[in-house]
RNA sequence: GCCCGAGUGGCGGAAUGGUAGACGCAAAGGACUUAAAAUCCUUCGGGAGCAAUCCCGUGCCGGUUCGAGUCCGGCCUCGGGCACCA
């Protein structure tokens, strides 16, 4: 028997066994209920990092647990393939292509993380760059551009005028190009939307429908979505056929505007400025914020700037001449682009006309106090009654809403209105390695959809990755000029490529039925398998790639596609990991590899200390002696298991009920360490403590070796033996089964099922009660276990050292816990 | 800035509103060994005490409660997201 246990042996041997026995194949169908356990694919970046090793040990955890649980348990990993990186590497190295060097980095990852020994169907993998996969990526996009979710219009790209390229925002730094720092410009360009916008209201309230999502998931979904309720008001502009709608959420405050804001780049600007003097101070202010971001614009740090356009609009409600302003706080894209401003009772309206001294007028009047418009500090938000306002004096604010609604949709100058903050989701993408938009541009015909038979739109190969100034796409004339399938003339295609976000939106479909040429999945086994019972994944998806999947569900279950209303059921998301307080990254040279932990120690140990050393929604800090630890207790049950080899084969195991002496104790705590671990892993997904419980198992077999042998039931040691063994099969798939085939039992570990306690063998006759006085701890007491509230109160009471602290006080009140505490109240 | 989290020993962390610090790491002392490694045993939040034991202690300030690490309000610090990284 070798004192370490040799994982450099059994972990590939093991592997290689459950690859053959095909361990992880799941059949649609058949008696056990399904259980779909997914985890967020990768990109293919080249290697695995901890957060990967993070990901896919949860995953498979929880997999492994519910197929020991008698479910039918699908399992399924690839590659989310297509994206910005493979195409920097072509451009750097210039002879790699970014397909060789996707599916290389495949390679290596597959071995990863077969190495890691992870319970997956390989025989499903998929890769979204692979034609037989973007194919139904593409016609997944004509699928929402036929039902009208799809359209064009010019939106806003970053653009590097030194390198000729469009630039993600990742790639602009403080304003300039990662590569050549030159300052960015904006460039506007006719892009792809997906209206999701339509499915706002359902994004939103479907959220109700999801108890297995963490609440911070969907919190910040629902702000992301932002629902307001207000209305749309449009002024007149004076001396000028022109109107100007705003939204506001504050109809109630419509008598209290003293002037009027738009987005400096609003079209609206032009026709306001034009031949007037301060129009090129206006027209710079446009340019300026067009190169800031929406965050840099809004945070109030940031000062705000805004320029007189030298109009009037004209407040419907009381024909007052307000000023235009143009200022960079108001964002094009969020409501009309424009507001009318109330200072008195909006902070960021308050400061702005405080530093421009325009007029301020309150027009909602708490209860109690006078607001002075020349003395106050800041904007008044709260509730109170309409002062100023004509007919409406006298209205609290709160009704103000609903009446001044009703008064301008009689009056035809507005109406109430929903508005949202997500905006439409932008598709298009200049860029090289991504599904091809399948769209021909016909001058006879327009804009024609490529028919399904002609799917995929293939992606060529040979292309260069010179920057020209256009996407890769543009400059191959074999891919661009085509023929029109409508009416046979000649036609160009669209040269964008999709969001990566499309492909990763419906993976989760494909599994099902990967191989499917006809369709994107056959329905029947999406109807089987869906919706994904747990998804593990990185907290930074809690927004755009959740509320993705979610989009393209809902419309897929309108399309009769799929049955299922949210793709995803149960919902963990998993914390970053650390090394020394940071994320690693190379920049900070604090990057652990994988591989080096799966060299040192095995894939055992590692996937252990990773469980262990954190509950999974926590951030982990990296410890290279955590690691240590959890090496020596493998080897603690190696050394434990390995020499009872076969001799506990033929063994009676217990009787169900209480035992005696030191063998009850034995199989009391084996017992209590099924329940717990069940509950941790099952309920909670408190890994770590569940991996907490199977350490004092083990410590607690080890005390019990020491107990002279004629007193030792071996019966319980065999349970306590298998238990252990079956309850960290999970945790560490290799070390277990090698371990039960050396303890003489036939098969798989993980075709056991999972055990379950036995209640009685854990009860307890007596319990240590705790006696408090007053919140204080004065006496600890036996009591009978489960003794009802009463029943300690008269226990606790009737002692005599009790007796005497509480002797000539007034018993107030005397509250009990059963098992735990009795406290007494005296005065 | 806005939205969402998290702060507990030397460290990672544990604790349905009920004995704070399970489990693990590190450290110190000891056993075994010619020696080292490995392994095993003991101690291990701070303070007082010969001891039984007592007092203090969960980022800060306040509140609710017989009782708060846990619930509520206000701060501070750190982390994630902010729409073309995925």
């Not at 990967?52 to 647990?65: C, E, F, Q, T, W």
């Not at 008001?233 to 001396?239: A, K, N, V």
Request: charged letters at 25%.
């Amino acid at each position: 028997m070798k004192e370490r246990y040799d994982f450099k042996t059994i972990e590939p041997k093991w592997q290689a066994r459950w690859a053959e026995q095909n361990l992880y194949t799941a059949p649609d169908g058949g008696g056990k209920p399904k259980y779909y356990c997914l985890e967020m694919f990768p990109y293919p970046s080249g290697k695995l990092h901890m957060g990967h090793v993070r990901n896919y040990s949860i995953g498979d955890v929880v997999a492994r647990y519910k197929a020991m649980q008698g479910f039918n348990v699908l399992h399924p990993m690839g590659w989310d393939a297509f994206g910005l990186p493979a195409e920097n590497a072509a451009i750097k190295y210039g002879a790699v292509h970014p397909a060789q060097w996707t599916y290389e980095n495949i390679a290596a990852m597959r071995e990863q993380l077969k190495q890691l020994g992870i319970s997956y169907d390989w025989d499903r993998e998929v890769a979204t760059c692979h034609p037989g996969y973007y194919q139904w990526t593409q016609w997944l996009f004509l699928l929402l551009y036929k039902r009208g979710l799809a359209y064009k219009k010019k939106a806003a790209v970053n653009w590097c005028p030194s390198c000729a390229t469009v630039l993600a925002n990742e790639q602009v730094k403080d304003g300039g190009c990662e590569r050549c720092k030159t300052a960015v410009e904006k460039r506007e360009l006719e892009q792809w939307f997906l209206k999701i916008t339509a499915y706002a209201d359902r994004l939103l309230k479907d959220l109700d429908k999801l108890p297995g999502w963490p609440d911070k998931v969907k919190i910040m979904q629902d702000n992301w979505i932002g629902r307001s309720e207000g209305a749309e008001i449009t002024f007149t502009i004076d001396g000028l056929e022109e109107s100007m709608t705003v939204f506001t959420t504050r109809p109630d405050t419509l008598f209290g505007v003293t002037y009027m804001a738009l987005a400096p780049e609003h079209p609206l600007v032009e026709k306001l400025i034009a031949g007037k003097p301060q129009a090129a101070a206006v027209r710079a202010l446009a340019l300026s914020v067009r190169g800031q971001s929406d965050l840099a614009r809004t945070a109030t740090e940031t000062e705000k700037i805004g320029l007189f356009t030298g109009a009037y609009g004209i407040n419907p409600v009381n024909g007052e001449k307000v000023p235009i302003m143009a200022a960079n706080y108001v964002l094009m894209e969020y409501g009309t682009g424009a507001v009318m401003a109330v200072p008195a009772h909006d902070q960021r309206d308050f400061e702005f006309a405080r530093k421009y001294d325009l007029p301020m007028r309150v027009v909602i009047q708490p209860a109690g106090a006078e607001l002075n418009p020349d003395t106050m500090t800041e904007a008044y938000v709260g509730a109170g009654l309409m002062v100023n306002s004509g007919s409406f004096n006298g209205m609290p604010d709160s009704e103000g809403i609903a009446a001044v609604i009703r008064y301008l949709e009689e009056k035809g100058w507005g109406r109430g209105l929903v508005n949202y903050r997500l905006r439409d989701w932008l598709i298009s993408r200049q860029r090289y390695w991504g599904a091809p938009i399948p769209i021909i541009y016909c001058e006879q015909c327009g804009i024609v959809p490529v028919p399904d038979a002609d799917l995929p739109v293939m992606l060529p190969m040979d292309v260069a990755f010179t920057p020209t100034g256009r996407s890769p796409l543009e400059d191959q004339a074999g891919f661009v000029n085509t023929v029109c399938p409508a009416c046979g003339g000649p036609a160009r295609r669209e040269t964008d490529t999709m969001d990566t976000f499309m492909c990763s939106s419906w993976y989760y479909y494909r599994y099902t039925s990967p191989r499917d040429t006809e369709q994107p999945w056959d329905p029947a086994s999406v109807r089987y398998w869906l919706p994904v019972d747990q998804y593990i994944g990185g907290v930074e998806h809690a927004i755009l790639h959740l509320l993705y999947s979610r989009f393209f569900t809902k419309v897929l279950c309108d399309a009769g596609l799929v049955a299922n209303e949210e793709p995803f059921t149960n919902l963990l998301t998993q914390g970053m990991v650390l090394k020394d307080g940071s994320k690693m990254s190379k920049s900070k040279g604090n990057v652990v590899s994988p591989e080096d932990i799966v060299a040192a120690y095995g894939a055992d140990t590692a996937r252990l200390f990773i469980l262990f050393a954190a509950p999974p929604e926590r951030d982990l800090e990296w410890s290279d002696q955590g690691v240590e630890g959890c090496y020596r207790f493998l080897n603690r049950v190696w050394r434990l298991v390995a020499p009872l080899s076969d001799s506990l084969a033929g063994l009676p195991l217990p009787a169900s009920g209480k035992m005696p002496g030191v063998n009850g104790e034995m199989r009391r705590m084996t017992h209590v360490v099924i329940k717990r671990v069940t509950e941790d892993v099952g309920n909670r997904f408190n890994f770590n403590t569940a991996v907490s419980a199977i350490m004092e198992l083990l410590n607690a077999m080890y005390q019990y070796k020491e107990v002279p042998e004629l007193d030792r039931d071996p019966g319980v040691l065999k349970e306590a033996v298998e238990t252990l063994l079956v309850l960290l099969a999970p945790f560490a798939p290799h070390i277990t089964e090698e371990l039960w085939s050396l303890t003489g039992h036939g098969g798989s570990v993980h075709r056991m099922p999972w055990p379950l306690y036995d209640p009685e063998a854990i009860q307890e006759d007596e319990v240590t009660i705790v006696v408090q006085i007053n919140g204080k701890v004065r006496e600890r007491l036996l009591a009978p276990a489960g003794a009802k509230p009463d029943e300690l109160q008269e226990l606790a009471l009737g002692q005599e050292a009790i007796k005497l602290l509480i002797a000539g006080k007034q018993v107030v009140k005397v509250i009990s816990v059963p098992d735990k505490l009795v406290n007494i109240v005296v005065k």
